[in-house]
């Protein structure tokens, strides 16, 4: 069965201090995975596509990474407006276009 | 601004009713969906249109229906025969199907029990 599991559940950080989110899946097939931030109220906002093992996509502090198994996201010396919770999706090989979510890293950034 | 637009923000439904929740996007996306999200829950498929008057059950279809009338416009009704309505729903667009596109998401409608 298709399944992602993301870990840490929720994560407390102190402004400057770097940490990363685990998204570990297990797909018969991989399409592409897929991280998203949603901010309480909010609909998710997409950061990044992975498509291959290997990969690394970077956006400010924000770096996601791609292995056969699992994907990190890792995040350098953060800042409060990184407070939100990340969501990772993988999207199986096949005839449909369907995301599996995990339940997201609830992350939250103190001054 | 382009975008996915969803309405209302709240909602409240009473016992026996229907309800129907608006999804509008201005991106010209071939495909749309729902998802259902609840507390501690991953975001689950409700319903998928790859097409205009075409759409698949995703994996919790039951006590749910859709239209797919314009490629701009997938609304989701909400019946009666769905016994635990209560959830934050999300409706997603990506423009091109049988690819890696990602799914870009609206603002969600909470939808409550009265």
């Not at chain 1, 995040?75 to 999706?89: F, G, Q, R, V």
């Not at chain 2, 026996?16 to 608006?22: E, I």
Request: charged share 25%; hydrophobic share 30%.
């Amino acid at each position: 069965e298709d399944q992602v599991t993301q870990s840490p559940e929720a994560l407390r950080l102190q402004e400057g201090e770097s940490s990363s989110l685990n998204c570990s899946y297990t797909v018969s097939g991989l399409r592409g995975l897929f991280w998203y931030r949603q901010d309480p109220g909010k609909g998710p906002e997409f950061l990044f596509t992975l498509y291959s093992a290997g990969e690394e996509k970077e956006k400010e502090r924000l770096k996601a990474t791609l292995t056969k198994k699992e994907s990190f996201l890792h995040i350098t010396a953060p800042k409060p407006e990184d407070s939100a919770t990340y969501l990772c999706a993988v999207q199986p090989l096949g005839g449909t276009d369907k995301l599996i979510f995990g339940t997201g890293t609830r992350l939250q950034v103190f001054p | 601004d382009g975008g996915i637009t969803q309405s209302p923000k709240y909602l409240f439904r009473k016992e026996g009713q229907n309800v129907t929740l608006s999804c509008e996007q201005n991106l010209n996306h071939d495909a749309m969906y729902w998802y259902r999200q609840d507390p501690g829950q991953g975001l689950r498929l409700i319903y998928y249109s790859q097409i205009v008057n075409d759409f698949q059950k995703g994996d919790i279809a039951e006590g749910y229906s859709v239209s797919r009338e314009k490629k701009e416009s997938f609304p989701l009704t909400v019946t009666s025969a769905q016994k635990n309505p209560t959830a934050f729903y999300l409706c997603a667009s990506s423009s091109r199907t049988g690819t890696n596109q990602p799914q870009h998401f609206g603002d969600g409608t909470r939808l409550s029990i009265l």
